[in-house]
């Protein structure tokens, strides 16, 4: 199903939504009304039913949503409801943290959305490959970013994370938009540019780090 002109500041409070749904049921919570979901989500009432409206009707009127529904109702309007399969390019500092952090999240469970790294690419994996294993307390499979589309193939890749240098990203997007990966977080401090049809988020630390710096100065 297909949703048209949904602000994104929607899409980024249903994630808030289903991760205090997701708590909920593991409370053995079963019913909630837009005011309790609201108060746990830190928004209003209003809000929480707005969002909910542009995908349709949910609630029952005088019992509110059931919990279970509702999730499951959000992980399908988000994409949630299917594992979401991840390369990473550049296994530097950066690259390797984000291994570790989504091995953790996968290992312990917490990371209940279903996206999986299943490969990762570096222009020189032999250098990298005994520094990622001996963080992440196993090996990780590093290919040779030359190996990007049959790899993305074999492997149903649908997003890539771009961890190079910013001299390096737009290269890479390049080769990720060849092998047909259709969504890409781009970390590295560089814009880039793809073709219609592909999606970008970037994700620069020193632009969230102005937008607390200009808050706390005003």
């Not at 029952?60 to 390019?89: H, Q, S, T």
Request: proline content about 4%; hydrophobic content about 40%.
């Amino acid at each position: 199903m297909k949703y048209q002109k949904i602000p994104e500041a929607t899409i980024r409070r249903l994630s808030r939504y289903s991760r205090c749904l997701e708590e909920m049921e593991e409370n053995g919570e079963k019913v909630v009304s837009s005011a309790q979901l609201a108060n746990k989500c830190i928004v209003n009432a209003a809000q929480v039913r707005k969002d909910l409206a542009y995908f349709g009707e949910f609630g029952i009127r005088g019992v509110g949503y059931y919990v279970r529904d509702l999730l499951n109702n959000i992980k399908k309007i988000l994409g949630l409801n299917k594992e979401w399969r991840m390369a990473l390019i550049g296994v530097g500092n950066l690259g390797s943290s984000l291994l570790s952090y989504f091995q953790l999240m996968t290992t312990q469970d917490y990371l209940k959305q279903n996206y999986k790294v299943v490969a990762s690419f570096d222009i020189d994996p032999p250098k990298v490959i005994g520094r990622v294993s001996e963080k992440l307390g196993k090996p990780v499979e590093v290919f040779h970013i030359n190996k990007i589309k049959e790899v993305v193939k074999e492997r149903r890749i649908e997003i890539g994370l771009i961890t190079t240098p910013p001299s390096e990203a737009q290269s890479v997007a390049d080769l990720l938009v060849e092998a047909e990966v259709k969504g890409i977080l781009n970390f590295a401090p560089a814009q880039i540019i793809v073709p219609e049809g592909f999606e970008v988020k970037d994700v620069f630390f020193t632009t969230i780090l102005d937008n607390l710096a200009y808050l706390l100065s005003n």
